[in-house]
């Protein structure tokens, strides 16, 4: 039974969240139910500092991008919703940052890319998925979001793993080599817990997957928009998955997370779109819900394996009329 205190502790921490997030590009509102609040400026705190240190360590290597934030998605039971976290805070009613077509600095012209570093992919927790196993649900997620989403005219191709280090998050905050991006998008594998809670305290206990979008940056260090669209440019982005859950294949993400379930809604950020939806909770179970569902959600509840109206809708109100901006 839950007490009416705890109702109306509930009701006024949905208040209060509701009015101080900032929405996201297509979302309603984006809030941060029960207990989470009281330790949400310490995770925003935490976060930014972490990529402060990023940036600095980018910049001490004479690096043309930069940080500029970073995604991160929950289960819909850890009372915490996914945020979007930056690296000189401020509103995020857009993320801000968008691929430019033709930059040379990419080397990718129109297409999109994405690789799947097989260093990485293994999972350890439960009952363990190979590196096979993981790139399949991913090369899944990866052609749904190439052949459901038709208003955009570009493809997305996968680059094969060279073999070299294909990321940089993870050596820059000591959890491997400082490698080089070979792609748009980089799933750069499954991370011990240590890693998850440098960006949020206890991030670990939540934390399914995180994305860090990079942008190019001139010799002073400030982001560049090269094609003048208002927004900064691209340069790739990295996404990381949380090897202290139970992950699985085709599960509904009750005991083991769902791969294809959380990538899809990475990739989603690989594409640059934000987070979407109303979140409410429920009080007998304290569980996270979103008004509509979405692939884009801030939590992960049920199996997605399919892009929703929202998804689609998002999508191509960013990439509609790419590579024409």
Not at 84 to 101: C, E, L, M, P
Not at 127 to 134: D, I
Not at 155 to 169: A, M, N, Q, T, Y
Request: hydrophobic residues 40%; proline residues 4%; negative net charge.
């Amino acid at each position: 039974m839950t007490r009416p205190s705890d109702c109306l502790a509930l009701a006024a921490v949905l208040l209060i969240a509701a009015c101080s997030e900032d929405p996201s590009p297509t979302a309603q509102s984006s809030s941060t139910p029960a207990a989470a609040l009281a330790t949400k400026a310490a995770t925003r705190g935490s976060a930014v500092a972490m990529l402060k240190r990023v940036n600095a360590g980018l910049a001490a290597r004479h690096a043309k991008f930069q940080v500029d934030h970073a995604e991160w998605v929950t289960r819909d039971d850890a009372q915490e919703a996914g945020q979007t976290v930056y690296a000189n805070d401020r509103g995020n009613k857009h993320t801000g940052a968008h691929f430019v077509a033709g930059d040379p600095r990419r080397g990718h012209g129109n297409v999109i890319t994405y690789l799947v570093d097989q260093s990485d992919g293994a999972t350890h927790t439960g009952v363990g998925l190979t590196n096979a196993q993981t790139e399949a649900a991913i090369d899944r997620e990866m052609h749904t979001w190439d052949v459901t989403t038709r208003c955009s005219k570009f493809p997305i191709v996968k680059v094969k793993d060279p073999g070299d280090d294909p990321d940089l998050i993870d050596g820059l905050v000591g959890f491997g080599s400082i490698g080089t991006s070979f792609a748009d998008i980089t799933h750069a594998g499954w991370l011990p817990a240590g890693f998850f809670d440098l960006f949020a305290p206890n991030g670990s206990q939540f934390i399914l997957g995180i994305t860090f979008t990079f942008v190019f940056v001139d010799d002073n260090g400030n982001p560049t928009d090269i094609n003048h669209d208002g927004e900064q440019d691209t340069a790739f982005h990295e996404t990381y998955y949380n090897d202290a859950f139970e992950w699985g294949i085709d599960t509904d993400n009750s005991t083991a997370i769902d791969v294809e379930t959380v990538a899809l809604h990475e990739s989603g950020h690989g594409l640059d779109q934000n987070h979407f939806g109303k979140i409410f909770a429920t009080l007998s179970n304290q569980r996270l819900h979103f008004a509509p569902q979405a692939v884009m959600n801030a939590a992960i509840s049920i199996q997605k394996h399919s892009l929703l109206g929202t998804d689609i809708a998002g999508h191509c109100s960013i990439w509609g009329s790419w590579p024409h901006r």
